[in-house]
């Protein structure tokens, strides 16, 4: 039986992934727009194992599938922000 988060592999692929993003943000250029971009996918790609995470501390049930529900929802927010980041570096290089 799972008795902390931590052991949930969904939950440890997060954190894989939000590390990853920080370290990919700290490679980007801060102008103004990229400094918008990195704010929105830091707190993108946070919220997904910060959901799992307090969703499985806090409630069972129902509550607690709502939680990953906006985890999946962080997740899909990440994958369209990474996106943007993508095609607009893709355009500088032009």
Same mark, same amino acid.
């Given at each position: 039986?799972?008795?902390?988060? #931590?052991?949930?592999?969904?939950?440890?692929?997060?954190? *894989? @992934? !939000?590390?990853?993003?920080?370290?990919?943000?700290? &490679?980007?250029? #801060?102008?103004?727009?990229?400094?918008?971009?990195?704010? *929105? @996918? !830091?707190?993108?790609?946070?919220?997904?194992?910060? &959901?799992?995470?307090?969703?499985?501390?806090?409630?069972?049930?129902?509550?607690?599938?709502?939680?990953?529900?906006?985890?999946?929802?962080?997740?899909?927010?990440?994958?369209?922000?990474?996106?943007?980041?993508?095609?607009?570096?893709?355009?500088?290089?032009?």
């Amino acid at each position: 039986m799972i008795s902390n988060y #931590k052991e949930l592999l969904f939950w440890q692929r997060a954190h *894989q @992934v !939000i590390l990853l993003v920080i370290k990919l943000c700290k &490679n980007l250029p #801060k102008d103004g727009i990229s400094v918008i971009l990195i704010n *929105q @996918v !830091i707190r993108a790609a946070g919220s997904v194992g910060a &959901n799992i995470a307090e969703g499985f501390g806090r409630y069972k049930g129902k509550e607690y599938k709502r939680f990953i529900q906006i985890a999946l929802g962080s997740a899909n927010e990440t994958e369209y922000w990474l996106l943007v980041i993508s095609e607009r570096k893709l355009n500088n290089k032009q």
